[in-house]
């Protein structure tokens, strides 16, 4: 059982470069999430997913797009990279709320994206 | 501006003491309070968790304390080993009824052998 994977682990951008980061769980989860990590910041949530086909905002959306076509898998998209988006990105994955209250995220183990 | 504010930003403790992280809230809407562990090179995993409604949660030598009056909550972790060294995360839901949460800024602890 995966859980939650992320492609690629690492990447290095030049500056105004595109790029599609790879969120896919099989644990047949309702929501999924893209968190920023940043040293002192602690997790941001930048964009979320409560279902197939719907995407919303988070707490720093801006610079970044997602999409949601399939249940499993949950793409983030930088269209012209900065260097303020040096970050590592990590995925989550949960059951929905009214599964039964606050419902546990589960993790990838994140994509370091350096941004020159 | 983060809405659960965390302290330390990291500590050294010997093996077999105390460690103790805080956090403080503002919004008295919460009512759910996560704390995630994050060793390095990995993602977060849920520690332990705890509802406003009780003062205290112990799992395993992991607790955490809970003062509403003060919005505050406190992890602890008894007898510290080697293996607790990691970034602990405090956390708590962006709204009512939903799943998003923000997260605090986190504690580095190493824990001294």
């Known amino acids: 059982n995966a859980g939650v994977t992320q492609t690629p682990k690492f990447r290095v951008l030049k500056t105004g470069q595109s790029m599609t980061l790879l969120c896919a769980q099989d644990m047949n989860h309702e929501y999924m999430y893209w968190y920023r990590q940043d040293p002192g910041m602690g997790l941001r949530l930048i964009h979320y997913?409560?279902?197939?086909?719907?995407?919303a905002k988070g707490e720093v959306p801006d610079g970044y797009n997602v999409s949601r076509l399939k249940k499993q898998n949950f793409l983030l998209g930088l269209e012209s990279a900065a260097p303020s988006q040096t970050s590592v990105y990590f995925c989550?994955?949960?059951?929905?709320?009214?599964?039964?209250?606050?419902?546990?995220?589960?993790f990838g183990d994140g994509t370091r994206l350096s941004i020159l | 501006q983060q809405q659960v504010k965390q302290s330390p930003q990291s500590l050294i403790v010997q093996k077999g003491g105390i460690s103790i992280i805080n956090c403080a809230y503002e919004?008295?809407?919460?009512?759910?309070f996560p704390w995630y562990q994050q060793f390095p090179g990995k993602g977060p995993a849920l520690l332990i968790a705890i509802r406003p409604d009780v003062s205290e949660k112990k799992e395993g030598r992991f607790t955490i304390s809970f003062n509403k009056s003060a919005k505050q909550f406190s992890l602890h972790i008894m007898d510290s080993q080697p293996g607790d060294s990691a970034t602990y995360f405090c956390?708590?839901?962006?709204?009512?009824?939903?799943?998003?949460?923000?997260f605090g800024g986190g504690t580095r602890v190493l824990v001294k052998p």
């Open positions: 956390a708590a839901p962006l709204e009512a009824a939903g799943n998003k949460l923000t």
């Open positions: 997913s409560v279902g197939e086909g719907t995407t």
């Open positions: 919004n008295t809407a919460f009512d759910y």
């Open positions: 989550a994955s949960s059951y929905r709320w009214d599964r039964g209250g606050n419902q546990p995220q589960h």
